[in-house]
């Protein structure tokens, strides 16, 4: 079984030529928690799915930020409102902002 994703947000802080630490972010359109951020690497990773009115919530406004995902607050706080908004709209979105629409990712569940 797979879940549907699409990675809309990414950056690696990078220092001094180190491996760096990742962030991002992600959209499951067909979740009840659509939204999932992330940072870290291995044992040292750590993530939370979330729902539209949770990635509102100023705790993630640095993770929007650093992944340059602060354009997904307006389309989060329709959906928060209960207005539905098409996955057709958010790739768009995400589109204008970094150039290129974000590509389908077919997500291993491994537990079911």
Not at 15 to 42: I, M, R
Not at 59 to 74: A, D, F, K, M
Not at 104 to 112: D, E, F, G, M, S
Request: glycine share 10%; net charge negative; aromatic share 10%.
């Amino acid at each position: 079984m797979s879940k549907d994703a699409y990675e809309i947000g990414y950056h690696v802080d990078r220092e001094d030529g180190k491996a760096g630490w990742p962030y991002c972010v992600w959209y499951f359109p067909d979740a009840e928690t659509p939204f999932l951020v992330g940072e870290g690497v291995e044992c040292g990773s750590g993530s939370m799915e979330l729902s539209a009115a949770g990635i509102l919530d100023p705790t993630w406004q640095e993770h929007l930020e650093i992944t340059s995902c602060l354009w997904l607050l307006p389309l989060a706080r329709r959906m928060a409102g209960g207005e539905e908004v098409s996955t057709d709209e958010i790739l768009d979105a995400c589109a204008e902002q970094n150039g290129k629409r974000p590509v389908l990712n077919k997500i291993q569940q491994l537990y079911q």
